[in-house]
């Protein structure tokens, strides 16, 4: 705790230079906190949340210009997120960088918590979109972007998104839009974990071959292990280091485990949208405890 404690003051005084390391032991607390906040509301969704907690925890730790205790600062970053069912990841990493109480982590979907199912933006200061239907956050995140070049203002902002909502229509017209509006400001990711409620994505309805349809729309793509902090991490600086080189919006193709770090959950679609039982919260915090030690023991 010390040591999440002391990356996270780092990080709200700007400082960059958080290591690895740092950055590897909060999305384990994140992954932690994702357990604890499902087993507790006995709902939601716990693959895809536990796949993006090291892009969530790079985001908010290291990548973002965000400032939890003014959390609607002009300049800031702009977080969009599409697939609205994975927020226990994003408001796990809220509480840890200070946006509210970490305690109230453990209010989620229960009545008259903030903490809603799918991210209501009225509610808690630091959400910029609600969401629920998907492929909708891809639609406001290229308006955003399109009303940023307007007002000439040089934030970034950054689009989260599953791959399973790539079967809507409505994703494709937004990334139309934003490749015909030159929209170098829009960044977005995809969480390409081959699954979705019912199945696993390509045998329900094949994206393949996904990066060359999203470059025929005039994106530059990019692939990532998104499991992979130092390669999480590099990625996105790198795509940020090109925005302003470029005339079109930037994708990322991240692949990622869904059910990350549960031995008994990784890969399995079935986990989607189902929350885990006492025993199995036990088992798996007892996972992610030992590689919480793991971590610290390592040299980066």
């Known amino acids: 705790m010390q040591r999440i404690e002391a990356s996270k003051k780092m990080f709200i005084k700007k400082n960059k230079e958080i290591t690895a390391k740092e950055l590897k032991l909060?999305?384990?607390?994140?992954?932690?906190?994702?357990?604890?906040m499902l087993f507790t509301a006995n709902s939601g969704h716990t693959?895809?949340?536990?796949?993006?907690?090291?892009?969530?925890?790079?985001?908010?730790?290291?990548?973002?210009?965000?400032?939890?205790?003014?959390?609607?600062?002009?300049?800031?970053?702009?977080?969009?997120?599409?697939?609205?069912h994975i927020c226990p990841a994003q408001y796990a990493c809220m509480a840890n960088a200070g946006y509210f109480?970490?305690?109230?982590?453990?209010?989620?979907?229960?009545?008259?918590?903030?903490?809603?199912?799918?991210?209501?933006?009225?509610?808690?200061p630091g959400l910029e979109n609600s969401s629920g239907p998907l492929a909708q956050g891809v639609s406001i995140a290229a308006g955003y972007a399109y009303a940023a070049k307007m007002d000439k203002k040089d934030f970034t902002i950054f689009c989260l998104m599953s791959d399973g909502e790539h079967q809507e229509g409505q994703l494709w017209e937004?990334?139309?839009?934003?490749?015909?509006?030159?929209?170098?400001?829009?960044?977005?990711?995809?969480?390409?974990?081959?699954?979705?409620?019912?199945?696993?994505?390509?045998?329900l309805m094949p994206l393949e071959p996904l990066r060359q349809k999203l470059e025929a729309f005039n994106c530059n793509v990019y692939e990532m292990n998104g499991n992979n902090?130092?390669?999480?991490?590099?990625?996105?600086?790198?795509?940020?280091?090109?925005r302003d080189?470029?005339?079109r919006p930037s994708i990322i193709i991240a692949k990622t485990a869904p059910g990350k770090g549960?031995?008994?959950?990784?890969n399995k679609y079935e986990w989607h949208g189902r929350p885990p039982k006492k025993e199995e919260a036990e088992s798996a915090l007892k996972e992610l405890q030992a590689e919480r030690e793991r971590i610290n023991e390592s040299d980066q």
Not at 262 to 266: L, R, T
Request: net charge neutral.
């Open 26 to 36: 909060i999305a384990n607390k994140i992954r932690q906190d994702i357990i604890k």
């Open 101 to 124: 109480p970490e305690k109230e982590l453990l209010t989620l979907r229960k009545l008259n918590s903030r903490l809603q199912g799918h991210p209501n933006k009225l509610d808690l």
């Open 174 to 203: 937004a990334l139309m839009f934003a490749g015909n509006k030159k929209l170098n400001n829009f960044i977005g990711i995809i969480d390409r974990n081959n699954i979705q409620i019912d199945g696993y994505v390509e045998n």
């Open 262 to 266: 549960i031995s008994f959950m990784e």
């Open 47 to 84: 693959a895809g949340s536990l796949g993006m907690a090291d892009i969530f925890t790079a985001l908010y730790f290291k990548i973002l210009n965000h400032d939890p205790a003014n959390p609607q600062f002009e300049e800031r970053d702009r977080l969009i997120l599409s697939n609205g």
């Open 229 to 242: 902090m130092q390669e999480v991490v590099i990625t996105l600086e790198n795509v940020l280091k090109n």
């Open 245 to 247: 080189k470029t005339t």
